[in-house]
Structures are given as C-alpha cells and as structure tokens.
C-alpha cells in the first residue's frame, strides 16, 4: 500500500444501495422505505427506521461507508475496543476528542511551516497515553489525512495490542538498522491510518531515538503522511521524551484528573522547554 496514495473522489451512493450490499436489508424493503421517503416528506434512514427494517447502529455504519468514514463495526476487523473513535464515532467521548482535533488545526497544524509532527506526552504512567494517541490518530485519519502514529514508547509499547498488529519488527528495528525497509503496518478498515509499531523492546531506547534515523524517519514521513503523531513513554521516568520531542518539535501535553500531580506536569513543561520544544497544549483525561 502507497500511504501517499490518496483515494479518487466518487459519487457518493445512494443510502439505500449501501443497505442491500450489506445485508441489512432486501431490495423490497429498500423500495418499501424509499416509497415512505417519498410520500411522508422524511429522509431515506429515517423512513427505513420507523419501518422497523434497520437499526440506528446499521443507519450509522451504512453513513459512514457511504461518505468514506471509518466506522468499525464489532466483527473481523479485531483491534481493540479501546479504539472509540473507530468503533463508537458518534459517542460524546469521541466528540470531546474533535474538539481538541479542531484545537490542534486551528493553532497548531501547519505543514507549510514544517508543523505537522506532535509527540504525545505525560508526566507517569497510567494517563491514558496511548490509548489518546489511537484514538486522535483515528479521528485525524477520518478527516482525510494521511496519519502515521508511530509508537516509540520502547519501554512499554501498547500500541500493537491496541490495533492487534505484529510487533516482531518496528521502530527499534528500523533506528539499530537492521531491516531495510519502514515497517509502517496500514490499518484495516481504516485506510488513512498506519502505524509504526515499537517492535522488540531494546536495551538502549534513549540511544536509538538519539540516532540521525529517528530524524531522517520523521522527514521521510512529511513526503507520505500529512500528519505524525508519537506515542512516548512516561516522562518522568524516561529521558527518552526529550529526545523525541527535540525531533518532533512540537508535544501535546496529557495528565489526568485525581491521578497526575500539577508540580509533576510543570516540571515536564519546563523540561521540555529547556530542551528545545513547544508544548502546544494540555488536555485531561478524565476516563
């Protein structure tokens, strides 16, 4: 798959075409529902749901497809649930999650001026790091950019388990120089998004990330991907942020309520200040 591939632009189809080619329902309940449609002045979906032919779940999945949204449904596609933005988009969680995508476009998303890399960090552990990094990568992804999430937490990598991907081979492999090739794994049912996996856990993180590879695969991701996103390990138990966000430039901040310490947040801005990057924002996670 060429991740610089972008998908041709198609004349959406008709709603109730997507419903029979899924199985949700037969033609002649498609032309019971369009008949409705017709003569009671209601939408299509609306008319098939006070018919009783479908339910809100196939309505919403049958959107999706139809205006190429990522939408998983429960079924083969096998990542996590904890991937919310993918399995439950409409959720209140998931809005709240396209507030800061809107945040982060508006004040901070600008390739023009090489601003499209942000690493993803937090002071300890059990913040919910990665958990918010697939998820803003997924909802990154279903706006049409082509996103790379990259897991260089080389301590306690998660990411693998969360998209249910192979971790024999990733980015410690790519940075030691021991395989020639990026690694990067496209996601199933989501076609904007790819991650590169942590891979084996090596005994020299700080060293690798510190590597000219790390940055010579940060710019070779600007030519494929319009957006990277860095998943981290716990700052404040490894130097190996700082040598991430030294080459991302740019780091998005995440604590949580009743969990992370306001002194223990400040001490990573100010460090990751001292070490040449911005910290253009902090959210709570309060899940």
Known sequence: MDPSARPV??????????????????????????ELHRSGGMRFGEAALSLKLITERDLHSALAKQFDFAYLQTGPEGVSKELIAAYDPFGQRVEELRAIRTQL???????????????????????????????????????????LLIDANMRTPRLHSIFRIPNRTGLSAVLAGRTDHDNVVPIPGIPMLSVLPAGSIPPNPQELLSRPAFA??????QTNFDLTLVDTPAAML?????????????ALLLTRRDHTRISDAVRIVRELTDAGARVVGSVVNSI
């Open 9 to 34: 632009p198609r004349t959406a189809p008709p709603l109730g075409a997507v419903l029979v080619n899924e199985g949700k329902m037969t033609a002649a309940q498609a032309e019971q529902a369009l």
């Open 105 to 147: 476009l508006i004040r901070w998303f600008n390739p023009e001026e090489g601003r499209s890399k942000l690493a993803i960090v937090s002071p300890g552990t059990g913040e919910g790091r990665s958990y918010f990094a697939a998820n803003l990568a997924v909802i990154f992804s279903q706006l049409g950019l082509r996103t």
């Open 216 to 221: 010579a695969l940060l710019k070779g991701a």
């Open 238 to 250: 490894y130097a190996d942020v700082q040598s991430v966000t030294y080459r991302t430039g740019d």
